[in-house]
């Protein structure tokens, strides 16, 4: 990507520390690191015993003028991260982090403030060991750019679903290659849709598929069951930080971060008393709260000031674009028949607050596009098929009967009916969640609530799982289905030795503002392209 050299000899980065978190978890070993700079660290390290990176390094949550640099060591130890607009680090800006400790499981974060809008930013990290001063480790590189203040390109990648049905990093076939292919893509950021790991599914050394063929898996204890403690949750995430794919990509492409059901558990909702033999632990609510410490300690994620746990949250990319990532897991009703005719605390998806929120922030933006990541898909009838819910029980926003909004679907009602009345342009949906990809056009002349103005939705995965679908479609809203990855007589839960998997990629042009979404398969081949005209 273009990058504007500085001028002048002071640093372009006049950065400063502010509020820096730790927090994390799971031992593993990592077999290789990353290309490492070859300008030496500030401290000289001594040569046995260094602290060691195991998870690589990550940025995240990435503005004009901030951004969180995360890693994880294998001690206690202090953070110390260096910044440079140049590769070489000459004239690198040195500041002293957070201390790693056991309690969050050696992970460590620091938000990092005065960014150069649209520049590209190099970052070295290491740490220095608390039982011996002398002792730091070897630094890792990683760069982002600086979301822009003006205009210019945007690109973004979007996927999700990474490790799931058992179907792990399988070295044979290249592990998570999915994540190499993006990353050739060069994207400014890119958006994780969820089911970032799948805590309910246990991965073994050896998985036959359907047609003989055998699925081989690296393992840990940490996958040998279902999570059900906090570092059974860490264990999860640290298992998808061995694959090397991963690790780089996330070294050189900012990550913007949502949760779905497996973070948790499959389809669960708040108060759920699960009825899963598997489980031990029965309450989802408890669960669910190591699982979000979990998601937060590995993930490069700024705690908001007034909730620390909120998930919800929009980022700014100057006047062409502004992303609003969702949370429809916290707040959410009981999954049910999904029917209800009165919008309430049994009929949420959102809820009240966030869906307050988001109407808000979608008509205060200013930006050309409003990209709105969903976790999962707005019309695509996901059923709740667990053994230990009732039949008829519905785990998305549709419930399937085609016909004016119910349940759920009154939130969407609500919301597009509100965009539609404050002349709110231009709003893309994109999400995850099926395991496959699609484009969708909705359009109040084929639906049956018409209060809305035209829009498009994205759908796209898996990083790494099996492939399902495709699932049915509610015409409520009106989905005109454009563009669908797999054939409709699929067998379901294809592993990824059949290469279905998916990701999608957006690109703006910083001049005209059109959007391009492009949707592609595992090697990064393109399977399907459209190019939106901004309403002016």
Request: aromatic residues 10%; glycine residues 8%; neutral net charge.
């Amino acid at each position: 990507m273009a990058r504007r050299r500085n001028r002048g000899n002071a640093p372009s980065l006049a950065l400063r520390r502010r509020s820096v978190l730790s927090g994390m978890a799971g031992a593993l070993l990592v077999p290789r690191a990353f290309a490492q700079s070859p300008a030496a660290p500030a401290i000289v390290p001594s040569e046995k015993g260094r602290p060691l990176l195991p998870c690589g390094v990550a940025s995240g949550d990435v503005t004009a003028h901030r951004a969180i640099i995360w890693s994880k060591t294998d001690r206690p130890a202090r953070m110390v991260v260096e910044l440079a607009d140049e590769e070489s680090f000459r004239r690198a800006r040195r500041i002293t982090g957070p201390t790693a400790l056991e309690d969050s499981d050696f992970t460590a974060r620091l938000d990092v403030d005065g960014l150069a809008p649209g520049e590209t930013v190099f970052y070295r990290v290491s740490f220095q060991d608390l039982a011996d001063l002398g002792s730091v480790s070897a630094p890792l590189t990683g760069r982002f750019r600086a979301a822009p203040d003006r205009a210019q390109d945007i690109s973004f990648a979007f996927s999700g679903d990474e490790a799931g049905q058992g179907w792990g990093i399988n070295p044979e076939i290249g592990g998570y290659r999915i994540y190499e292919s993006m990353r050739r893509a060069k994207p400014d950021f890119f958006v994780h849709s969820g089911d970032q790991i799948y805590a309910d599914n246990p991965i073994v050394a050896e998985a036959k598929t359907d047609d003989g063929r055998v699925y081989k898996n690296l393992t840990v204890p940490a996958k040998a069951q279902v999570a059900q403690s906090l570092a059974d949750y860490r264990g999860n995430f640290a298992y998808n930080f061995l694959d090397e794919n991963k690790r780089r990509f996330n070294a050189e492409v900012p990550l913007l971060i949502q949760w779905d059901d497996h973070e948790t558990r499959n389809n669960w909702y708040p108060g759920q008393i699960l009825g899963d033999e598997r489980y031990t632990q029965r309450s989802a609510s408890l669960l669910s709260a190591w699982a979000r410490r979990a998601l937060f300690e590995n993930n490069p994620m700024r705690f908001d000031r007034d909730d620390p746990e909120r998930i919800y949250r929009s980022f700014s990319f100057g006047p062409a674009l502004e992303v609003f990532m969702l949370d429809e897991r916290s707040y959410r009703g009981p999954n049910s028949p999904n029917r209800q005719m009165v919008l309430d605390a049994d009929s949420a998806f959102v809820g009240a607050a966030q869906l307050t929120w988001l109407q808000r922030a979608l008509e205060r933006s200013k930006a050309t596009w409003k990209l709105i990541a969903s976790d999962m898909p707005l019309s695509l009838v996901v059923p709740d098929l667990n053994p230990d819910v009732p039949k008829g029980t519905f785990e998305a926003w549709a419930n399937g009967d085609n016909g004016a909004p119910a349940g759920r679907e009154l939130e969407v009602a609500r919301l597009l009916s509100f965009i539609k009345r404050k002349a709110i342009k231009n709003v893309v949906w994109v999400t995850a969640d099926v395991h496959y990809a699609a484009a969708y056009r909705y359009a109040p002349e084929k639906a049956q609530f018409t209060d809305f103005k035209p829009f498009w939705e994205f759908v796209a995965g898996p990083i790494n799982a099996g492939t399902f679908g495709p699932n049915a479609l509610d015409m409520t809203f009106g989905p005109e289905e454009k563009f669908l990855s797999i054939p409709r007589d699929m067998k379901q839960n294809r592993s990824p030795l059949d290469g279905r998997q998916y990701f999608g990629l957006g690109r703006i042009d910083g001049h005209s503002r059109a959007l391009v979404v492009t949707l592609h398969d595992i090697d990064g081949k393109e399977l399907y392209k459209v190019e939106l005209t901004p309403e002016a």
